[in-house]
């Protein structure tokens, strides 16, 4: 039986050498649906965001495997509703990679596939306290906590799924992890070992510079799949060390999504909205390349997977000794990397935040208005006086956009003095460049009589803009209405938008697009 696993391993890994060189055969000859608006990657149309077609082929192949020579390595029951219900988070993200389905509806589907596993019997029903061995009935609550369980697990690995080779490698520790919590427990483990070598075969493809991504469809996949095994590890619906090792190998991962959300909720964005802020896009802006950043998470990341080995086989009884180390490496991480000021200045975030609100709040009607202007017009040429009453109201100084068949310019009139400038290639240039320019601090405005409307702008919002923070979230904001104002436009042939194009379908309805950055 010892030599199980390691068939499981070379399984998996030769389902996906198989699989992803067809995927990307068929993709690159236009044979598989593209999603119409890859928003936010700068390879347009180049990478396929269907990795986890090879994922599930291979976790296919081994639950056949596993069904037919193998059946008393996990209960029946378990292995249907684990079966199912991956294969129906996989849907749900494979459609949005497909067709942007928006946060609120992914949310439903994601806690209705969660009900019906607890509706099968697989859930959190007690907690068992690691370091006292007291035990608390959850009673209902314990419904409440297994949904919560799935779906943040399942978010999770697509939040930090943002750069190349990042999700793959953190899920391939946490199936190792879980293959030795299954050996211990008997419950799935060739599963688990199984799909690590999936993963160990896909970063072959993914590791930057990436020749597949995982898309929504491969990390809703894979982050369900993990908190459905370590929830079926954890001694029967007891909370043990399973849970405990999970969140101990998942703890940098978290840390970075509690502070995204936190992030977005002060500054009045939706707390699902994508950005650039995350821990590995700041390691990028710090000037690491893709595979130093990607590697520095994996060494961290490994430094908490040993520590959830640890839990796991204490049994939870060095779970308050490792918690305090892990405080520790974050401290350290956070003062390594300069987050620190950031991450532990509350009072000034707060502050800061509460001036950000409004300005943010203003900017997201106005892009609204700006994306349902895109139905009504017949040409981009005829949209364009739409964006510069945009970044007009929203204090901006300049705007230039550059399209295939010319560039225009708006300047605000009597504008001098210093700014501060942010120019977007949007799409990688597909839609456009655009450059906005705005005041910087110690900047001079001279005014004249008779610019009317012009000067009337000026105040609350032009003042706010002065804050490079601002200036960033709102120059952002605007290139991200520009985008979704220009779906009608876009014909999936990766034909370059110009100011002559005409809408493909005037006043169709369209769903939400995404945002201009990763997660």
């Known amino acids: 039986m010892s030599g199980l696993p390691l068939m499981a391993v070379l399984v998996g890994m030769a389902m996906v050498f198989l699989v992803v060189p067809l995927i990307l055969n068929f993709y690159h000859a236009g044979y598989l649906v593209r999603r119409s608006q890859e928003l936010h990657h700068d390879q347009l149309g180049s990478v396929p965001r269907l990795g986890g077609i090879a994922l599930v082929a291979a976790f296919g192949v081994l639950e056949l495997i596993i069904t037919w020579f193998f059946p008393g390595q996990s209960s029946p029951h378990d292995r249907l509703v684990l079966v199912s219900a991956s294969l129906g988070m996989f849907g749900l993200g494979m459609w949005d990679d497909l067709k942007p389905l928006g946060a ?251 001036e950000i609100r409004q300005q943010v709040q203003y900017a997201l009607s106005l892009t609204h208005w700006l994306r349902l202007e895109g139905t009504r017009h017949a040409s981009l040429e005829s949209l364009w006086p739409n964006l510069v009453f945009v970044v007009q109201r929203l204090g901006f100084t300049s705007l230039s956009l550059t399209l295939a068949d010319g560039v225009r310019l708006w300047q605000k009139p009597g504008a001098i003095g210093e700014t501060q400038c942010r120019r977007r290639e949007l799409r990688g240039g597909h839609s456009g460049v655009l450059e906005l320019k705005a005041h910087a601090n110690g900047s001079m405005e001279k005014s004249s009589p008779g610019q009317g409307f012009e000067l009337e702008v000026r105040g609350l919002y032009d003042v706010a803009m002065l804050d490079p923070k601002v200036f960033e979230i709102i120059s952002e904001l605007v290139a991200e209405g520009w985008l979704t104002a220009t779906v009608s436009w876009d014909d999936n042939k990766l034909v370059p938008l110009s100011f002559s194009s005409k809408p493909l379908a005037m006043g169709r309805p369209r769903g939400k697009i995404g945002a201009l950055y990763p997660r």
Request: with cysteine; hydrophobic share 55%.
């Open 104 to 354: 609120k509806r992914k949310l439903l589907v994601q806690v209705l596939i969660a009900s019906c596993v607890c509706f099968f019997g697989i859930g959190i029903m007690s907690f068992k306290i690691p370091f006292s061995g007291q035990t608390v009935h959850l009673g209902n609550w314990g419904f409440v906590f297994t949904i919560l369980w799935l779906v943040g697990m399942t978010n999770l690995i697509n939040v930090i799924d943002g750069v190349d080779g990042l999700a793959g490698g953190i899920c391939l520790m946490l199936m190792a992890l879980l293959a030795y919590v299954g050996h211990q427990t008997g419950s799935f483990e060739l599963v688990a070992a199984g799909m690590a070598g999936a993963l160990l075969g896909f970063l072959w493809f993914n590791f930057p510079p990436a020749r597949i991504h995982l898309g929504d469809g491969g990390a809703y996949f894979l982050g369900f799949q993990i908190g459905f095994l370590s929830l079926v590890g954890s001694h029967k619906g007891t909370i043990a060390a399973a849970l405990v090792a999970t969140l101990f190998a998942l703890a940098f991962a978290i840390v970075d999504m509690l502070l995204a959300i936190l992030r977005r909720g002060l500054r009045g964005l939706p707390i699902f909205r994508p950005d650039r802020r995350h821990i590995h896009h700041r390691l990028l802006e710090m000037g690491f390349s893709r595979r130093k950043a990607v590697l520095s998470i994996y060494a961290v990341t490994v430094i908490f997977l040993v520590m959830g080995f640890l839990a796991f086989a204490s049994e939870g009884q060095l779970v308050p000794v490792l918690l305090g180390i892990a405080l520790v490496i974050l401290l350290f991480c956070a003062g390594k990397l300069n987050f620190s000021r950031e991450w532990f200045a509350v009072g000034r975030v707060l502050g800061n935040s509460l």
